[in-house]
């Protein structure tokens, strides 16, 4: 039986986007998170919820694998909104 022109599917992998990590979430690994940056009104968010395996899937969705990496992207989440505004005064 010739398995050419089938594709089988490929397990995806969700890597931690947590500063300095890189971690591999496995089948079991709990304590998940995700994040994404959003625009509303002309105001830059980001959005935190349980790992939701439709959302992972998204494409702005940042994969976190615990609440130490959800702090550090936050704090360079709002670094960089700070540096914005700053910039802007000038």
Known sequence: MSTAGTQQAQPVLYRCAGPNCG???????DGWWLMWPAQSQGTTMLSLCAWDEEIARREAALHVCGEGCAQKLQSMFMANILTRQHRRQR
Do not use: A, I, L
Request: charged share 30%.
């Open 23 to 29: 971690v591999v979430k496995g089948e079991s690994s």
